[in-house]
């Protein structure tokens, strides 16, 4: 129920006029912008609806809202407005009820509304209590990041390539999925130079037969290494390099109001105003699992009890210093980092109509209509890479990886020395580091699109044992899932 109310609305009222009027104005009542910050599963509503000038002022027309929800069919919302003070609705009350409108069955590019009756509880200036409008609020899509904080074009046209595609996908898909394949499908692979490890003798799984992470082969080491040449590679293209988050995005307000002195005063956009705001799950009605995982992943619960937890005990000197290189990466890999790709996903849409698909793309379907820059789905291999929150939550991680050589420093000075590889800060081989050269893919083949596509038809393409296989995991292969939870 409230992630059907949950976001930004715009907000339209009208007088309940009978009379015909030759201009529509004289029906109105007020129009403004409609935000439900909180909407929760007890039925709690909290909220604000502002009435903004153009250009904006900080004494605009603003009011706090709160109130309730009511399951049924249709859903019930009731809730009061106070006007907040210093602002032009200082002293105002007024009441509100509505009803989310059900969807028709053929209904077109439908968009969720709410129809209700507002009344003025208190009078306020010349204007008397009692008097009741009509009122429609229509619900606004999510405000995707990159039309928030977009990558430079640059960037855009480089990780949005197939070849950078294709590389994202086989790399994770070859190591998460390479023991569950059959001898044939492991031979063929071997002969496009694409095993996951640098030679045939030192080949290096991320996840067991039964779905567990290695921690003890060094794969944790691959993890960390490719992504870090990623953010190296894109970096060398700016002036200004793009930071991670100094910490995990704690769950936010959709309104941040600006300083209001600034020169150029320009409005953070409502429901997603730096970029990180939470995406609404979806309801994929074929697969009730990922269904569950996504709506837990999003809960504010979720942050505070296993998010924020991580955040803090992958900081921990004392901690890291316990820890091989490569159990970092594992670690992290399959716990913190896959939850971050998922928490922060939104649906994913086709993009040449735009309209979303809660089953995603298809794992075997590599049409070029998926290069275009707009499949940015932060949740699968093929896309997360092209959405500009990718950068940083994997800047997060790779933070990590200098407070792990900190720690390292301070316990057992010496054990872990640090060199550059491929032009990547990285660290010798040793007591702490398994691998002298990390695999980030085929030496001599990196950018060859003809044999990463034959690896992406060997591993998925009626690949019904793989997927037999899968089946108690995810029916999303290429999604970042959650392997050592079920």
């Known amino acids: 129920m409230s992630h059907q109310i949950h976001g930004v609305w715009t907000y339209r009222s009208f007088f309940n006029i009978t009379e015909h009027v030759e201009d529509f104005n004289e029906l109105r009542f007020g129009q403004g912008e409609l935000v439900f910050e909180i909407a929760n599963e007890q039925g709690d509503l909290r909220g604000q609806l502002a009435f903004r000038s153009a250009p904006p002022r900080q004494d605009d027309a603003r009011l706090s809202l709160f109130g309730s929800m009511e399951n049924g069919t249709p859903v019930r919302i009731r809730f009061q407005g106070e006007g907040i003070e210093e602002t032009a609705a200082s002293g105002w009350v007024y009441d509100y009820v509505g009803y989310l409108v059900p969807n028709w069955l053929d209904g077109v590019n439908q968009r969720k509304a709410i129809v209700g009756s507002v009344i003025r509880t208190v009078p306020h200036g010349d204007r008397p209590a009692g008097v009741v409008g009509s009122f429609i609020a229509v619900h606004h899509e999510f405000l995707e990041p990159r039309d928030v904080i977009p990558l430079p074009d640059k960037v855009t046209d480089l990780v949005a390539a197939r070849h950078h595609r294709l590389h994202h996908t086989i790399w994770h898909s070859v190591r998460n999925f390479w023991l569950i394949l059959d001898d044939v499908q492991r031979d063929k692979i071997r002969a496009l130079d694409w095993q996951p490890g640098e030679n045939l003798e030192n080949e290096r799984p991320a996840i067991s037969e039964i779905g567990t992470p290695f921690t003890n082969n060094g794969s944790g080491e691959d993890f960390l290494f490719m992504h870090r040449q990623m953010i190296n590679e894109v970096n060398s293209l700016l002036e200004e390099p793009i930071r991670g988050w100094p910490s995990i995005p704690a769950p936010g307000p959709l309104v941040i109001e600006p300083n209001y002195q600034e020169p150029n005063l320009k409005l953070r956009p409502p429901g997603n105003p730096d970029g990180f705001t939470l995406p609404p799950a979806w309801f994929d009605p074929t ?200």
């Open 287 to 486: 697969d009730e699992t990922t269904n569950r995982r996504i709506m837990t992943l999003k809960t504010d619960e979720h942050y505070w009890s296993r998010m924020r937890w991580w955040d803090r005990e992958f900081k921990n000197p004392q901690y890291l210093s316990t820890l091989s290189l490569g159990q970092l990466g594992s670690l992290i890999e399959w716990t913190v980092h896959n939850d971050m790709h998922m928490r922060w996903a939104s649906v994913p849409r086709d993009p040449s109509t735009g309209d979303p698909i809660s089953s995603g793309r298809q794992d075997e379907d590599i049409d070029p209509k998926w290069d275009n820059p707009k499949y940015d789905f932060l949740g699968e291999f093929y896309s997360s890479h092209v959405n500009p929150v990718f950068w940083r939550l994997h800047g997060w991680v790779d933070e990590r990886i200098n407070d792990w050589f900190k720690a390292h420093n301070q316990s057992h000075l010496g054990e872990v020395e640090s060199e550059e590889i491929d032009g990547v800060t990285w660290f010798k081989k040793g007591k702490w580091v398994q691998n002298a050269h990390p695999w980030v893919g085929p030496a001599h083949s990196h950018h060859d699109v003809g044999k990463m596509e034959e690896v992406n038809k060997i591993l998925f393409n009626s690949n019904q044992t793989l997927r037999q296989k899968l089946t108690h995991r995810t029916k999303k292969l290429t999604w970042f899932g959650s392997f050592t939870n079920d």
